[in-house]
Each structure stands twice: as structure tokens, then as C-alpha cells.
């Protein structure tokens, strides 16, 4: 399948991708290389053929939640020597 040089300069624009003469035409060849190929993909009989999310027979592992008991304030308050107020004291991060 052809694509145009104004094409592929479109989809360049909207991908944020400057491309220089010498790179359009290069683009041009391998998009349309792979327009080609998909219009061989899109002859091929998928109707019996199921959905394949993972070609693994692999499940997410979990662990089990543990509820901890959380430390208390007192206990937060020795650990920092930002800890004013039942809040922590941070560096200001917003510039004027």
C-alpha cells in the first residue's frame, strides 16, 4: 500500500517526531512496508480461532494482606525530627 509524503508527515506532527526529507521517505517506505503486511494479516480466516491474551498459562502470584497494627504518633514523633503538630515538616516545594 502507498502512503503519501503528507501522510506521514501528518502522522509525524501528530507524534511530535521532526523528520527531515531524507527520513519521510524512508518513513514512507517502511509504513507502507507495513500496511502491506497487514493487509496480509487482515486475508487471513481468524473465525475459529479464540481471543489469546498470554501465550503463558501464567497467573498474577499474590500474597495475602496482612493487617499490621500502625505505629502511633508518639512513635512517629521520636523517628523524626520534622514532626510538628501530629504533621511532618517538609521543604517547601512550590517556587513564587
Known amino acids: 500500500?502507498?502512503?503519501?509524503?503528507?501522510?506521514?508527515?501528518?502522522?509525524?506532527?501528530?507524534?511530535?517526531?521532526?523528520?527531515?526529507?531524507?527520513d519521510v521517505v524512508v518513513a514512507r517506505e517502511k509504513l507502507g512496508a507495513m500496511l502491506d503486511y497487514m493487509e496480509i494479516l487482515n486475508k487471513v480466516d481468524t473465525k475459529?480461532?479464540?481471543?489469546t491474551l498470554h501465550i503463558h498459562?501464567?497467573?498474577?502470584?499474590?500474597?495475602?494482606?496482612?493487617?499490621l497494627e500502625s505505629l502511633s504518633a508518639a512513635q512517629i514523633e521520636t523517628m523524626s525530627p520534622q514532626f510538628r503538630?501530629?504533621?511532618?515538616?517538609?521543604?517547601?516545594?512550590?517556587n513564587n
Open 1 to 22: 500500500m502507498s502512503i503519501t509524503e503528507e501522510t506521514v508527515r501528518h502522522i509525524a506532527k501528530l507524534a511530535a517526531i521532526e523528520l527531515t526529507g531524507d
Open 48 to 51: 475459529n480461532v479464540e481471543p
Open 57 to 67: 498459562d501464567i497467573e498474577n502470584v499474590l500474597s495475602e494482606d496482612i493487617i
Open 85 to 94: 503538630d501530629g504533621y511532618f515538616k517538609v521543604p517547601r516545594m512550590v
